[in-house]
């Protein structure tokens, strides 16, 4: 479900005009829906509600601090990977008590302020990265709470950069290998063993990888649970989400609104079907359940809006040129992903042309669409490149010295700036 619809010819977050935001605010911009992360997560929560869970959302996906501060309201907890997504989660008013810490590659000074902030857990992804946190909270008299991230080896489906689960990956330690390296973390004084924890990777459009790769450590789980005082198991996140609707698909109809109700509440993967399959095994291992969402609560939450700049017909092809760039959202060009593109305008005749979307930077790889269908497009119209609320303004860069663009949040009828557009001087800022 999202909350992005027409309404008297133009598209409307919630109760709020996009055109209005995009005039006070200048493009490109990406605007997040409060209303739909909320439902996204109240969703989520209460699919689980008769399981002892806590919800820590991946802070990667969208670490605004206003969504931070959305979602911390909700009593949620939070996945963080750095000391910076810390540090942001606690300007949000989040619960650092209530946040794990996860990565390959933590640094001293990353594990000194976990370890000061008292996070609920590191999630731990190698023997050496456990050996050093050891040394470190000795260093400050203190024990540094765990979980194991194990490597189930599951095929999630999934683009090779998003999948995380397989042996070949950088993360996690090989499920053969774990029980021996919990041996370890039992024999370290400064190592409190805390739980487990597993992450098959990102946009996962099928329920069953995911118990698969339950199935595949319960045993593993079972028998640690017998020698120490496990208190969760962490299922990590990878629940995707609708990134191609069917009304974009070239059905001539596509913009009217009972089609994109209906497109838009259907996930690939609802979490109806998400909670059946993962509920039954969980409840056998019978442990508090982490569950680290980031896309499936705010990828459909957000836009980007873009304006056109420019129409460009060459013998091949016509390219329409729009403010944004890859730096801006840098998905197609780095996972060739699909996000659909609408005109904020709603169309009234139904001319489609085959047209490439182009940014301004000077990189063939700069494009939201290659040789898509789109409805007709002329200079000064303002566009919305869909679902982009999840890696979206987290991945932007300044490349080609490009300012950030601005964020924006709607509530209801109500919006307002969650983050300042970068200046030329902000560019330069820290330079000597
Ligand atoms: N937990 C861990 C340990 C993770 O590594 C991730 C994502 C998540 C949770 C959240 O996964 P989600 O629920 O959002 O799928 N930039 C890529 C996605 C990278 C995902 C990295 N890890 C993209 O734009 O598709």
Redesign the pocket.
């Known amino acids: 479900m999202h909350s992005f619809r027409y309404q008297d010819g133009k598209l409307y977050c919630e109760g709020v005009d996009l055109e209005r935001v995009a005039e006070n605010y200048g493009t490109p911009l990406y605007v997040y829906s409060a209303g739909t992360v909320l439902d996204h997560y109240h969703r989520l929560d209460s699919a689980l509600s008769d399981l002892d869970h806590l919800i820590c959302y991946?802070v990667?996906?969208n670490s605004n601090r206003a969504i931070l501060k959305l979602l911390s309201e909700q009593g949620s907890g939070f996945?963080i990977v750095s000391g910076g997504e810390l540090f942001r989660v606690l300007a949000a008013g989040g619960d650092p008590q209530l946040c794990t810490f996860?990565g390959v590659g933590k640094s001293q000074e990353e594990i000194e302020y976990a370890l000061d902030q008292r996070v609920l857990s590191f999630?731990v992804e190698s023997e050496a990265e456990l050996a050093y946190i050891d040394r470190i909270a000795r260093g400050k008299k203190t024990r540094a709470p765990i979980a194991l991230r194990v490597n189930p080896d599951v095929d999630a489906g999934t683009h090779k950069y998003?999948s995380?689960g397989r042996s070949e990956n950088k993360f996690g330690i090989a499920l053969d290998r774990v029980a021996s390296v919990y041996e370890q973390a039992a024999r370290m004084p400064n190592i409190l063993i805390r739980g487990v924890q597993m992450?098959i990777g990102?946009?996962i459009t099928d329920a069953a990888p995911f118990a698969e790769a339950i199935e595949k450590v319960t045993p593993l789980i079972l028998e640690l649970k017998e020698r120490y005082a496990l208190e969760f198991f962490s299922v990590?996140?990878?629940?995707g989400i609708v990134y191609e609707s069917s009304f974009a698909s070239g059905r001539g109809d596509w913009w009217s609104e009972k089609d994109r109700v209906e497109a838009t509440t259907t996930l690939p993967l609802t979490i109806h079907d998400y909670a059946a399959a993962i509920l039954p095994p969980l409840r056998a291992i019978g442990l508090r359940v982490l569950l680290?969402?980031?896309?499936?609560l705010v990828g459909n939450a957000g836009v980007l809006l873009t304006r056109v700049r420019y129409l460009k017909q060459t013998e091949h092809k016509k390219f329409v040129i729009v403010d944004a760039g890859m730096n801006d959202l840098i998905?197609p060009a780095l996972?060739q992903?699909y996000h659909e593109i609408v005109p904020v305008r709603e169309p009234r005749g139904s001319s489609r042309e085959l047209v490439d979307v182009v940014g301004p930077v000077c990189e063939s790889g700069d494009f939201f669409a290659q040789d898509r269908e789109l409805l007709a497009m002329k200079q000064g119209d303002l566009a919305a490149i869909m679902s982009a609320g999840?890696?979206g303004f987290v991945?932007a860069s300044n490349y080609n010295s490009r300012p950030l663009p601005a964020e924006a949040l709607v509530r209801g009828d109500r919006f307002s700036l969650i983050r300042q557009r970068q200046t030329m001087e902000d560019l330069v800022r820290g330079e000597c």
């Open positions: 991946a990667k996906a996945d996860a999630n998003v995380t992450h990102s946009q990590g996140g990878g629940i680290e969402p980031g896309r499936l998905r996972y992903s999840a890696y991945m």
